[in-house]
């Protein structure tokens, strides 16, 4: 891969069409460097979908959040950083997967279980999430 790249980046309202064009620079991102194995990035994306998501419907005030996402390729790892205006929470990242007939509840968990690393704190811009899948890894058990 040769040395890290500039950050892909995305801005603008956390709402549901954004998350097409979050999909859009993830498979640039991965048109881009043909090295990648596709489980890592297909490990990365879930867990980078499923965290935007939860900003998405969750966030407040609905509608005016603002978000601002970057991805980096190195050599050794894809991260990627989510930081949005909304209100501050509390994330569950502990825990067992909910049971199959629940309706929801699973989207951090599975995000946690892709990847190498999942950080969330709360700073004066708003919520970060800093997530990291290590290439060519199995994620933790």
């Given at each position: 891969?040769?040395?890290?790249?500039?950050?892909?980046?995305?801005?603008?309202?956390?709402?549901?069409?954004?998350?097409?064009?979050?999909?859009?620079?993830?498979?640039?991102?991965?048109?881009?460097?043909?090295?990648?194995?596709?489980?890592?990035?297909?490990?990365?994306?879930?867990?980078?979908?499923e965290i935007a998501n939860n900003v998405v419907e969750h966030g407040k005030p609905v509608g005016e959040v603002r978000w601002r996402f970057e991805v980096q390729v190195t050599d050794d790892a894809i991260v990627a950083e989510l930081v949005d205006s909304g209100q501050e929470f509390e994330?569950?990242?502990?825990?067992?997967?909910?049971?199959?007939?629940?309706?929801?509840?699973?989207?951090?968990?599975?995000?946690?279980?892709?990847?190498?690393?999942?950080?969330?704190?709360?700073?004066?811009?708003?919520?970060?999430?800093?997530?990291?899948?290590?290439?060519?890894?199995?994620?933790?058990?």
């Open positions: 891969m040769a040395g890290e790249r500039a950050p892909y980046s995305l801005v603008g309202f956390a709402v549901p069409g954004e998350l097409d064009r979050l999909h859009a620079l993830l498979e640039r991102v991965g048109a881009d460097h043909e090295g990648l194995d596709p489980m890592d990035l297909m490990l990365f994306e879930t867990a980078v979908i994330p569950h990242l502990e825990g067992d997967m909910p049971d199959e007939d629940a309706e929801g509840g699973r989207g951090l968990l599975l995000a946690q279980a892709a990847l190498d690393e999942l950080q969330w704190s709360r700073t004066p811009a708003g919520n970060r999430w800093r997530m990291v899948r290590h290439l060519g890894q199995l994620p933790p058990d």
